[in-house]
C-alpha cells in the first residue's frame, strides 16, 4: 500500500481540518477480529473539493459521508476516496479489523503463563488505518471520543479516563487534540497499582502473571514518575494536560516505549522477573522520564512533518538524562548516555544512511521510519547539550517555554523552534543550526602536542563550534583540565603545560559534545594497565566508546581491545560501562572482528576477566557487590565453555545468591549449553514446561535456534519462513540465534535464502517490526566476500521497503567494517 507522501499530506493539511474523531472498538468477537466504527467530522475550505481517508480492513461494511452512502468498494490501496465535501462534513465508517501479531496496530498475545489474552495498541507510525479510518499524518490533530466493547473481566485504558458505564462496556473520556499516531487502548485483565500525585491521577499496569514483580517494583516507578512531573512542572512552568497518566507494560513491544498522551506504552520486559544491576534500573528510569518528556515535546506541540522528529525524540531524550540526574539517585546517568546511548549513534553516523539530526528528508511517512535512530536521539541530545553551551541554560529554557506556548496543542518545526531561541538568547542561529542540525557527519578530535585537532568528516565540511573539556590523567589521578571553545581546526591546550610526560590525555573527558576521537598509539598501549586507574568514571566511559569506534573503523586491532577488556574490564565500577563493553566483546569483537580460529580463545579469556569480577565481587558488601557479580555471571553464562560448570548453574548451584531462582538467568546459562552442542530438545522442552512464562517460551526459541546442529537450524529457518502466526518477538528470537554456529560452513548454505526470507516477512509484518527482525536474520557474523557479495546482491532488489532497506544498508555496513579489519589485521581477505 503507498506510504503517505509529504506533498500529499501537505495539500490535505491545506484543504481540511479535523473537528472531532469518535472511534467505537468491539473487542469482544475472539482472537483474531475485531469490530471498528468511526465518526470523523471535519471541514473543508473549499466546497465540492476531494480528498482521501486511510483505512486497511479485513472487511469494509459501510460507508456514509454528510448522509451519501458510499460504495466500500471504493477503497483502493488504503485509500477511500471522499468527493464532493462540503463545508462541514461527517464520515461514518463500520469495517472488521484484524489483530496483529507484529506489535503494531492493535497487537493481540495470549500468556502461555495462564491463557489471558491481552490487547495494546501501536499506532506509531502509519498504523492508525488498521485499527480506525482516519486523516493519518501528524499536523491533522484532533479530540477523540473512544469507546470499547470487552469481555466484562478485562481492564480498558486509554488516553482519557474510563469509566465503566455497563459490564464489558468501557467510556474514554476526550481528550485534547492528538495526532493519530498517538492514540491507543489496552484491555486485558491487566492487574494495576493506583495512585495519586499533585492532582494526577497514577496507574503501572502489567499482565497477571507479572503480578508480583509489578507491585514489588511498582513503587520506585511510582516514586520516579512523581519525581518526573514535580521537575517539569518547575522547568517548564506549563503543566501536564492530560490528566490522568497510566503507564502500562504489554507484551512483544516492538520499541522501549511510545509516549501515548495518558497511557503510556512499555516493553514488559522492564518488569524485571530476576535481578536488575543500577544500569538496568536506571534505563528503566530515563525512559519513564523520556516518555514523560514527550507529553510536551512530541504530545502537546507535535512536529509538523516526519523531517522534524529530532523535535520529538532529540528533546525527550536530553531532557530524561538532564532529569534523572536531578532528581533521582542515579547522578551519573550520563555515563551510561554516553557508553549505550551515544555508541549507538556513533555507528549511525559512520554508516552510509547518515543523515542530518533535523531537516532530514522524508519524502513519505515510511521512509522516515529509518530516522528513529541513534542520530536523531544521541547526536540530537548531545548537540542540544551544545546549544545550551552556545545561548546559556536560562536562554535555553525561555525558548522552549516560549516554543511550547506558541504551538500548544498545535505543530511545530525547526524555523519557528529557532525563532524561539534566537528570541530567547538574542542569538543568529541560522549558522550554528546549519554545522550542527542540518549537515550530517562527526568531527574527529585528536591532541597533538599541546594542540587539540578538530577534522570536519570527508565530504561534509561544517564548520561546527565546540565546547568541551580536555583532562589529563597520570597515576591514578587527575592532574589537569581545561574547558575549551574548538571555533578552528587548531586550538592550543593552554594549562596542560605542566602534565607529567606520560599522562593519559583525554578530549571531551566530560563528553559534553558530539565528537569521535582519535586515539594515537602510545595511548592504546597504556590502556590494558591504565584505563581502570583513571579516576573519572565518565572519562572511562568516553575512552571506552573511543576504542570500541576505533575497532569498527579499523584503526585500532580487535586483539588489542581484547588485551584491554582483560586488563580493564574486571576492575571497572560503573554497572553500565561493565554491561556495555561485555555486550559489545561477546556480540561484536569477538564474533564479528576475530576470525573463527581465535573466537574459542577470545572469549575464553572474556569468561576470565568475568571469573576475575566474580572474584571481585565476593568482596563487596551489599547491593554494589550483588550488582558486580550479576554482570559477571551473566557475562560468564555467555562465554564460559565449562559445561559441567554451566549444568551446575542451570541447576541452581554455585551462581550468585543474588541469582538464586532468576528464570532469565538460567536460560542463558540453557542458550550457552545449547550454542555448545550439549542441550538436546528434550532439554529445552522441559525448562519450558518449567517456566511456561512469555519469557521463558520466548527463550525456548532462542535456545533451540542457537544449536549447532544441521537439524536445529533447518527448523529454525522453517519456522521464520512459514509460520504465518509468528509474533515479531518469536521472531526475534530465532532471528538472533540463527547464525550462532562454531562452524561458519554449518549456516553458509543459508546465506543465499536470506533474501526470500526477508520478502517472506515483509509479506506479514509492518515495517517497524520486519526491520528489526531483518537487522537480526542479515548474516554479519559471516564475514568474508562471499557474504558481502551475497549482501550487496540484496540491496539490488527494487522491491524493499524503506524500513527493510535501511535495515539491510546498515547490517551491510557493519559486516564492511568487520571484513575491513580483518583483512587489515589478519593479512587475509576474510
Known amino acids: 500500500m503507498p506510504s503517505l507522501t509529504r506533498a500529499e499530506a501537505t495539500a490535505r493539511a491545506a484543504l481540511i481540518a479535523v473537528g472531532a474523531v469518535d472511534v467505537d472498538l468491539d473487542l469482544d468477537r475472539g482472537a483474531e477480529l475485531f469490530g471498528s466504527r468511526t465518526t470523523l467530522r471535519f471541514t473543508s475550505r473549499t466546497s465540492g473539493a476531494s480528498t482521501f481517508v486511510e483505512l486497511r480492513p479485513r472487511a469494509l461494511h459501510s460507508v456514509t459521508l454528510n448522509g451519501r452512502r458510499l460504495d466500500p468498494a471504493s477503497l483502493v490501496d488504503g485509500r477511500l476516496e471522499l468527493t464532493d465535501l462540503g463545508a462541514d462534513n461527517v464520515l461514518e465508517v463500520e469495517a472488521t479489523m484484524a489483530y496483529s501479531h507484529d506489535g503494531q496496530g492493535l497487537h493481540r498475545r495470549a500468556d502461555p503463563a495462564d491463557g489471558e489474552h491481552y490487547v495494546y495498541g501501536h499506532l506509531f507510525l502509519d498504523a492508525a488505518p488498521t485499527v480506525f479510518a482516519c486523516f493519518d499524518q501528524p499536523d491533522l490533530k484532533a479530540p477523540y471520543t473512544v469507546a470499547v466493547t470487552a469481555p466484562a473481566e478485562w481492564t480498558v485504558l486509554g488516553n482519557g479516563a474510563a469509566t465503566v458505564v455497563a459490564p464489558g462496556r468501557t467510556e474514554l473520556a476526550t481528550t485534547l487534540p492528538l495526532a493519530t499516531y498517538f492514540v491507543t487502548v489496552c484491555a486485558g485483565p491487566y492487574v494495576s497499582v493506583l495512585a495519586e500525585h499533585d492532582g494526577i491521577p497514577l496507574g503501572v499496569h502489567a499482565r497477571r502473571s507479572l503480578e508480583p514483580h509489578l507491585r514489588e517494583q511498582a513503587e520506585q516507578l511510582l516514586e520516579t514518575t512523581r519525581d518526573c512531573f514535580d521537575y517539569y512542572h518547575r522547568l517548564f512552568g506549563i503543566r501536564y494536560p492530560f490528566g490522568e497518566y497510566h503507564q502500562v507494560f504489554v507484551p512483544e513491544f516492538n520499541a522501549g516505549a511510545m509516549e501515548n498522551p495518558g497511557c503510556v506504552t512499555f516493553r514488559d520486559t522492564m518488569i524485571f522477573r530476576g535481578a536488575a544491576t543500577p544500569d538496568q534500573l536506571l534505563a528503566r528510569s530515563s525512559t519513564i522520564a523520556h516518555e514523560m518528556a514527550h507529553m510536551w515535546f512530541g504530545d502537546l506541540v507535535t512536529m509538523t512533518w516526519w523531517d522534524d522528529l529530532w523535535l520529538n525524540e532529540s528533546f525527550a531524550e536530553y531532557m530524561a538524562y538532564r532529569t534523572i540526574v536531578e532528581v533521582t539517585e542515579f547522578t551519573d546517568a550520563w555515563v551510561e548516555f554516553s557508553v549505550i546511548r551515544k555508541l549507538w549513534g556513533y555507528a549511525a553516523e559512520r554508516a552510509p544512511s547518515t543523515h542530518p539530526v533535523a531537516g532530514s528528508p522524508a519524502p513519505d511517512a515510511l521512509s522516515a521510519l529509518g530516522n528513529f535512530d541513534g542520530i536523531s536521539y544521541a547526536k540530537g541530545a548531545s548537540v542540544i547539550r551544545q546549544l ?31 525563532a524561539a531561541m534566537e528570541s530567547a538568547s538574542g542569538r543568529p542561529l541560522a549558522a550554528w543550526s546549519a554545522a550542527w542540525l542540518e549537515t550530517s557527519g562527526v ?22 563550534p565546540h565546547t568541551l573539556d580536555v583532562a589529563a590523567f597520570a597515576g591514578g589521578r587527575e592532574v589537569g583540565r ?73 584503526e585500532v586491532d580487535p586483539r588489542t581491545v581484547l588485551d584491554v577488556f582483560v586488563g580493564a574490564w574486571p576492575r571497572e565500577t ?28 577470545a572469549l575464553a579469556r572474556v569468561a576470565g576477566a568475568a571469573d576475575a569480577l566474580l572474584e571481585r565481587a565476593a568482596s563487596v558488601d551489599g547491593s554494589a557487590g550483588d550488582a558486580l557479580a550479576v554482570v559477571a555471571a551473566r557475562l560468564w553464562a555467555g562465554s564460559g565453555s565449562d559445561t559441567r560448570r554451566l549444568r551446575r548453574w542451570a541447576a541452581g548451584d554455585g551462581i550468585p545468591g543474588v541469582l538464586d531462582g532468576d528464570h532469565d538467568f538460567r536460560w542463558a546459562v540453557l542458550r550457552r549449553l545449547s550454542s555448545l552442542d550439549a542441550l ?42 512459514d509460520d504465518a502466526g509468528l509474533s515479531n518477538y518469536a521472531a526475534l528470537a530465532l532471528a538472533g540465534g540463527f547464525w550462532v554456529a562454531p562452524d ?17 516477512l515483509s509479506a506479514r509484518m509492518g515495517d517497524d517490526a520486519v526491520s528489526r527482525v531483518v537487522t537480526a536474520i542479515h548474516p554479519t557474523r559471516l564475514v568474508d566476500e562471499e ?7 540484496l540491496l539490488e532488489r527494487d522491491d524493499l521497503t524503506p524500513g527493510v532497506r535501511r535495515a539491510l544498508v546498515d547490517a551491510d555496513h557493519e559486516l564492511l567494517e568487520a571484513l575491513t579489519s580483518r583483512r587489515r589485521y589478519d593479512g587475509s581477505p576474510s
Open 443 to 464: 568531527d574527529r578530535l585528536a591532541v597533538d602536542g599541546g594542540v587539540l585537532t578538530r577534522t570536519p568528516p570527508p565530504g561534509r565540511p561544517a564548520d561546527r
Open 787 to 793: 557474504t558481502v557479495a551475497a549482501s550487496a546482491a
Open 574 to 601: 560503573s554497572s553500565a560501562v561493565l554491561s556495555r563493553a561485555g555486550l559489545a566483546m561477546t556480540s561484536r569483537v569477538v564474533p564479528m572482528f576475530l576470525p573463527p580460529t581465535e573466537q574459542e580463545a
Open 744 to 760: 561458519p560452513e554449518l549456516v553458509r548454505p543459508y546465506v543465499e535464502q536470506v533474501d526470500d526470507l526477508v520478502l517472506a
Open 680 to 721: 538436546g530438545d528434550d532439554e529445552i522442552e522441559l525448562a519450558a514446561a518449567a517456566d511456561r512464562s512469555l519469557a521463558g517460551s520466548l527463550a525456548a526459541l532462542g535456545a533451540r535456534a542457537v544449536r549447532p546442529t544441521a537439524a536445529a537450524k533447518e527448523w529454525a529457518w522453517a519456522t521464520l519462513r
Open 388 to 418: 545550551i553551551a552556545y545561548i546559556g541554560d536560562e536562554a535555553f529554557v525561555a525558548g522552549v517555554v516560549e516554543h511550547l506556548r506558541s504551538h500548544a496543542y498545535g505543530n511545530g518545526d525547526l524555523a519557528q523552534f529557532l
Open 482 to 554: 581545561v574547558d575549551v571553545v574548538v571555533e578552528g581546526e587548531r586550538t592550543p591546550l593552554r594549562g596542560l603545560d605542566a602534565v607529567p610526560a606520560g599522562a593519559l590525555v583525554v578530549p571531551n573527558a566530560g563528553d559534553l559534545t558530539w565528537a569521535e576521537l582519535s586515539l594515537g598509539p602510545a595511548t592504546v598501549a597504556a590502556l590494558p594497565a591504565g584505563l581502570a586507574e583513571v579516576p573519572d568514571t565518565q572519562a572511562r566511559a568516553v575512552i571506552w566508546v573511543a576504542l570500541l569506534g576505533s575497532v569498527h573503523r579499523a
